[in-house]
C-alpha cells in the first residue's frame, strides 16, 4: 500500500533534500508539506498547509498519514528570544508528536542535536532534552531522534562563526576515532538519507547518535 508522508521543515537545508527523496521514493503516494510559507515546488504528489507552525494542534484534521519527519529548527542568531526560541525548537516538534499519537500515525522522525539532555547548563542542549523527552513520553510505536553534531552544508543565510566552525571540523574530523566519531561534522544530506532509511526499516533504538547517522545514510 502506497504511504503518506507528513513533513515539517521542507525549506531547511536537511528537509529539502528529505522531500527530494520522498518525491521520487515510489512507496510515497503523498507528502503533506506543513510550513509557514509556500515552499515554490510544483508536484502532484505534494499536498501543502501553509499555516503557522506555533499553532500546529488547530489542523488535527489534516494531520495524517504513515510517517512524520520533522526537520524543524532555529539558531540564537535568528531567534534570540529565549520564550520564542522554545516555541520552536520545543513547541513545533512536540505539536507535531501530540497529533501523530493522537491520529495514530505509527512512525515519527526527528532531528535534534548532539548533546541534548534536559539537565545539560547549555539553553539550546536543554530545550532540545526536554523535547526528546517530551516526544518519547507519547509512546509511538516507532520513534526515533536524530542527534548530528555540528551540520556542514551551504545555507542560504550567512552564519560566520557556523561557517568558521565547519571549516575547522573538516580538518579536525579526521583525528576523531572511536567514541569520538560522533562529533564529526556530518553533511545534511546524511541526515536525510538516514531518516529515510528508518521511515521504511525498523532499527532497535530511538536515539541515534552523529556516527550512526552517517552510518544508516550509507545503507541507502
Known amino acids: 500500500m502506497k504511504k503518506t508522508a507528513l513533513l515539517l521543515g521542507a525549506s531547511g537545508l536537511t528537509g529539502s533534500l528529505l522531500l527530494e527523496l520522498l ?45 512524520v519527519f520533522c526537520c524543524i529548527g532555529t539558531t540564537k542568531a535568528k531567534t534570540p528570544n529565549e520564550t520564542e526560541y522554545r516555541a520552536i525548537d520545543y513547541g513545533i516538534p512536540v505539536a507535531a508528536a501530540q497529533l501523530a499519537k493522537l491520529n495514530n500515525i505509527p512512525t515519527f522522525i526527528a532531528i535534534s542535536a548532539l548533546g541534548a539532555t534536559t539537565n545539560s547548563p547549555v539553553f539550546y542542549n536543554r530545550i532540545k532534552g526536554e523535547m526528546e523527552q517530551s516526544i518519547i513520553a507519547f509512546g509511538i510505536p516507532r520513534t526515533y531522534l536524530l542527534e548530528p553534531s555540528l551540520i556542514s552544508g551551504d545555507r542560504k543565510e550567512v552564519r560566520i562563526g557556523e561557517t568558521m566552525a565547519i571549516y575547522l571540523m573538516k580538518i579536525i574530523n579526521p583525528l576523531l576515532f572511536g567514541t569520538l566519531k560522533k562529533y564529526r561534522s556530518i553533511a545534511p544530506q546524511h541526515i536525510a538519507k538516514a531518516m529515510w532509511y528508518l521511515s521504511k526499516n525498523e532499527y532497535p533504538k530511538t536515539i541515534i547518535p552523529s556516527d550512526v547517522i552517517f552510518s544508516l545514510s550509507q545503507l541507502v
Open 23 to 67: 518525491l521520487s521514493d515510489s512507496d510515497y503516494a503523498k507528502i503533506k508539506l506543513f510550513s509557514r510559507k509556500s515552499s515554490g515546488i510544483t508536484h502532484p504528489k505534494i499536498e501543502e498547509h501553509v499555516i503557522d507552525l506555533l499553532h500546529l494542534e488547530n489542523h488535527s484534521a489534516d494531520f495524517t498519514g504513515d510517517v
